[in-house]
Each structure stands twice: as C-alpha cells, then as structure tokens.
C-alpha cells in the first residue's frame, strides 16, 4: 500500500496489492497471528440478544450511537473487544451473510433471538479471593 501512495506501481500492481489484502481479509488469514486463546476470556450464549444496551462507539462503525463492526469470526470480534477495556461484551448477528458484531459496556436485558449469540467477558477473580 505504501507503494501505492507514493506512486511506485501502476494500476495493474495497485489492483493485485488490493485483491491480495481482499483475500487475506475474506479467507480470515489476516487472524493466523491471533492468540486462539482470546475467545477463551469469553462466555458464549447462543439464542440471546440483549436489550437496555449501553453502547461502546468505535470508528467506523455502521452505528454512529454505538459499535457495529462486520467481523469475520467470534475470534476476530474478541480481539476487538479486548483492545477496548469499556467493553464488556459483544454480540454477533447473521446479516446476508456478513457476520455483524455489536460491542457494549452493558446491558439491561437478555432477550430470545435465534440470529444471535452474546458473548460475555469472563471476570477473573483476585489472588487470594474466596468465591
């Protein structure tokens, strides 16, 4: 890309550095380097959306009151979230075929939705803390 923008490549190069990076993007070979333990940290509950929400905003998200982000997998959507520390969790919704994953710092409600499934961060408990 630096190429690109100082003008080494012509068109044709532009077109394939752009098609290489559409492929890393669209096979989730961009998330190779992720540790698989970042989904771990998370507690999954399939069939629940959440209600009450309050919203964590992100850019660019395709919510300009909150943080909606078209994720390649649950893992991916971790990793967001964890580079966010007011998010608390997330949820991930089917939408032609993109998977859309909404972050928030809470949220008030669990509601039944076969779309969806919310993933909650796991909290760890001090040394030395009876539970």
Wanted: proline letters at 5%.
């Amino acid at each position: 890309m630096n190429s690109t923008g100082e003008m080494k490549g012509d068109v044709d190069d532009t077109l394939e550095a752009f098609e290489d990076v559409l492929h890393l993007y669209m096979s989730g070979m961009h998330l190779d380097n992720m540790p698989p333990s970042l989904i771990r940290d998370y507690a999954v509950m399939r069939g629940i959306s959440t209600s009450g929400n309050m919203e964590s905003r992100c850019w660019p998200s395709y919510n300009h009151q909150g943080c909606v982000l078209s994720v390649h997998s649950a893992k991916e959507a971790a990793f967001i979230s964890n580079s966010h520390p007011q998010c608390t969790s997330f949820s991930q919704r089917t939408w032609t075929g993109l998977l859309l994953a909404s972050f928030r710092s809470g949220f008030r409600y669990l509601d039944p939705d076969v779309n969806s499934e919310v993933y909650l961060k796991k909290t760890k408990a001090s040394p030395g803390t009876t539970v």
